[in-house]
């Protein structure tokens, strides 16, 4: 399934510069998304967002390849409580290096009520201060990363009929020749489910139709891919987030 860095650079190149494979994969999918239309992305596809330890290893993989960084996100996915890297968002764990005896120095800070967030869409959802929740981590990307490129891709596939099934094998055949995605698949467990009965489909159907796979780089080390890790924070940007937790015990002093 997936492409070597290497391998995505090369064929990338390639495709991209192919007319005919893009007016086809054009008219697959109905509508290329703006923000792919012009120059092919590298891309990290989320429900949200945010500057964890795996959007920065997104950032340099995605340079080596030469290409604009592009957040995809899906602003009318749902939060899940059992689901562990949505929960990492509202429950934050940020890293402070290793201790004396090797292990990880790492603080909690949560931001959202899950009770009152669970089976909401992420648009919808408030921090425990009041903010919006897709905003703060806005915030937290414009404090660590500065420049990017995001789209929502929910009106878009909604288009497309709303469901995954319905939708998502388009979604992979906007790296046919449009962009490069960068993820990690997982066939185990409650991802494992989505994966074997909607991921693996879409690949499928696309490379039939295509002749070609979609470009797909592993973004995590195999060895490390499930290691909590990814879904941390660096250290530093707990202190922004405690300035918005002071505005909340402010507010709550003044009523």
Not at 29 to 45: D, N, Q, R, T, Y
Not at 132 to 160: M, P, R, T
Not at 184 to 196: D, H, K, L, P, S
Request: glycine share 8%; hydrophobic share 40%; net charge neutral.
């Amino acid at each position: 399934m997936y492409f070597t860095l290497e391998e995505a650079r090369k064929e990338i190149l390639r495709r991209s510069n192919d007319t005919e494979l893009q007016r086809c994969v054009q008219e697959y999918v109905g509508e290329v998304p703006s923000m792919l239309s012009s120059s092919p992305k590298a891309i990290w596809f989320r429900s949200l967002p945010t500057p964890n330890f795996e959007c920065v290893r997104f950032f340099e993989r995605a340079a080596f390849l030469g290409l604009e960084p592009l957040f995809l996100e899906f602003m009318e996915d749902k939060f899940c409580v059992m689901n562990p890297d949505k929960v990492a968002l509202g429950k934050m764990t940020f890293y402070h290096g290793r201790g004396k005896r090797n292990g990880n120095k790492t603080s909690i800070v949560k931001v959202i009520d899950f009770n009152q967030c669970s089976g909401k869409s992420f648009g919808t959802i408030t921090t425990t201060w009041g903010d919006g929740f897709v905003s703060f981590h806005q915030h937290l990307l414009n404090v660590e990363i500065k420049f990017f490129q995001k789209y929502d891709l929910s009106a878009w596939c909604k288009i497309h009929g709303g469901k995954p099934f319905s939708y998502y094998h388009r979604v992979m055949a906007l790296f046919i020749c449009h962009g490069v995605l960068f993820e990690n698949f997982f066939y185990e467990g409650a991802e494992g489910v989505f994966v074997n009965d909607i991921v693996l489909p879409a690949i499928s159907k696309v490379t039939k139709h295509f002749g070609l796979k979609p470009l797909i780089v592993r973004l995590l080390p195999m060895e490390s891919e499930s290691d909590p890790y990814w879904c941390w924070y660096p250290g530093h940007l707990e202190k922004t987030v405690e300035a918005f937790l002071q505005n909340e015990k402010i507010c709550s002093f003044g009523t």
